[in-house]
């Protein structure tokens, strides 16, 4: 009796821990996990691909599968910075941040999404205040496919949703100032987040990359 109660829970520790690692669990790992055999890949056996160029020398890939399930890095060849930031991407979908997208500033701000067992998925933003050389983390909010908008002029971050349909601008507003570090509650988001909070008309809608690219893309694999 006192073996079986044992093994319980073993079993039970098991469960856990798999839950609490699933942001670390590799692209390609997940079909293995279902009971489809797979060979589980090295993150070197995977491409890296463009998904998004802010300037001449700065941009941001994907080392991950064909549909950008991986590694965000970012790239900053006018300083040699390679910096890889987090893991990106779903089971039923890809890696890609679907709205739109701009960066007009010496800081970085990219959205990131993550899958949660308990959550599901999770928008993150991974700001940087040394020209990317290290990244930190605040929660947005769930990825449930409402379109999102990312804008960032100098140290100012504007985050906002896209209205719904019939409906034009936008039905919500947030504005980050990371120039500072952002202090977080107990599950992560900004604190005080009515601080935070904007109205719509004041988001400013002339914010565009020098690239004037405003989407990510799942695009060409960097020559090695």
Request: proline residues 5%; neutral net charge.
């Amino acid at each position: 009796m006192k073996l079986r109660i044992y093994c319980i829970g073993v079993v039970a520790f098991g469960f856990a821990m798999l839950a609490g690692c699933t942001e670390f669990i590799p692209a390609g790992a997940a079909a293995a996990m279902n009971g489809t055999p797979t060979r589980v890949k090295n993150i070197n056996d995977y491409p890296e691909h463009l998904v998004y160029r802010i300037d001449d020398h700065r941009f941001i890939t994907i080392k991950g599968t064909e549909s950008c399930v991986g590694t965000v890095y970012f790239y900053d060849n006018r300083i040699g910075i390679r910096t890889p930031v987090a893991a990106t991407g779903l089971t039923l979908g890809d890696g890609l941040f679907r709205g739109s997208f701009a960066i007009d500033s010496k800081f970085i701000a990219i959205p990131i999404i993550i899958f949660s067992q308990i959550r599901g998925p999770l928008l993150y933003v991974y700001y940087s205040r040394d020209n990317g050389k290290t990244f930190k983390r605040f929660l947005s909010g769930s990825e449930d496919g409402i379109r999102e908008v990312f804008l960032l002029k100098d140290e100012n971050l504007y985050v906002a949703r896209v209205a719904g349909r019939g409906v034009t601008g936008y039905s919500s507003g947030f504005l980050y100032d990371i120039s500072q570090e952002i202090l977080l509650d107990h599950e992560g988001f900004a604190q005080q987040p009515d601080s935070h909070r904007i109205i719509p008309s004041q988001i400013p809608t002339d914010i565009s990359s020098p690239s004037g690219s405003t989407k990510w893309e799942c695009g060409p694999v960097l020559s090695q």
